[in-house]
């Protein structure tokens, strides 16, 4: 049985994930601080995979707690989703950013070194890239973040560049979404954030259950222009056949873990003006 550790697994991105990942015969470890998100997620999960992943309800600044998790199970490789990302907040308060994203990567990977493992799928942003009107965007354009948020990811980026450059063992994925949305077709899980929404799809799905009653007629040309340009499920992303996704078919539709040594950097989705 191989584990697979997903830090911030309740949330939007890494709960269809851990469904993912249960379908390619992975045994996922959910870790997650439930900031952002509930532990009803482990439920539906269980209804969709018709099994639960094991949770541990942690701060991936909490070394302690981490080590525990490492040593209850045995961890192969880990997908660290787990990260604030509201560009404005990060604005606000920047040093909450810098602590929570960063300082929280540094002690997991740290705790991921004492335990041998050293294969990381880090989910990072399209935030990294310089602002710039040439679309669409590739891999080797220019970085150049201009928010708090956006620096947190390409600092970590730069970090664990810095670590797989270190040791050869470490094998490093980053991974820079655009804006994903939707969510599984069982409808079980989605974008729920527990506050105001920081992206689009949540807070339109919001006023369309009547959770929130303004905002919609200024989005709806967005929603439209989104559409318009046709972009992939976010359920796809996960290992549909056909999907566009290199990142994400590398774990979920060969059901392997296939990183090379060092780094390597994967956009997926479909670039966009507004980034995420
Ligand atoms: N959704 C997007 O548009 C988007 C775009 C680009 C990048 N990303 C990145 O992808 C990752 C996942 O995004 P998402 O949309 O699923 O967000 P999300 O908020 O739904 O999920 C993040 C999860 O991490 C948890 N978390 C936060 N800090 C934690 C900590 N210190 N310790 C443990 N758990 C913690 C939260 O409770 C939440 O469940 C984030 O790192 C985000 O920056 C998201």
Known sequence: MRYVLLTGGAGFIGSHTCVEVMAAGWTPVVVDNLANSSAAVLDRIQTIAGRRPAFEEADIRDRDALDRVFRKHAIDAVLHFAGLKSVAESVADPRSYYDNNIV????LTEVMQQHGVTR???????????????????????LGPVNP????????????????????????LLLRYFNPVGAHESGLIGEDPAGTPNNLMPFVAQVAVGRRDQGLRPLVGVVEAAFRRDRGHHADQGGAPGGQDRGQSRVARRGELQLQPGEEDVTLGEPAQEHA
């Open 120 to 142: 990381i799928v880090f989910s990072s942003s399209a935030t990294v890239y310089e602002p710039t009107e040439a679309m669409p965007l590739v891999e080797d354009a220019r």
């Open 104 to 107: 929280g990567t540094l002690t």
């Open 149 to 172: 948020y956006g620096r947190s990811k390409w600092m970590t980026e730069q970090i664990l560049r810095d670590i797989a450059a270190a040791d050869r063992r470490w094998q490093v």
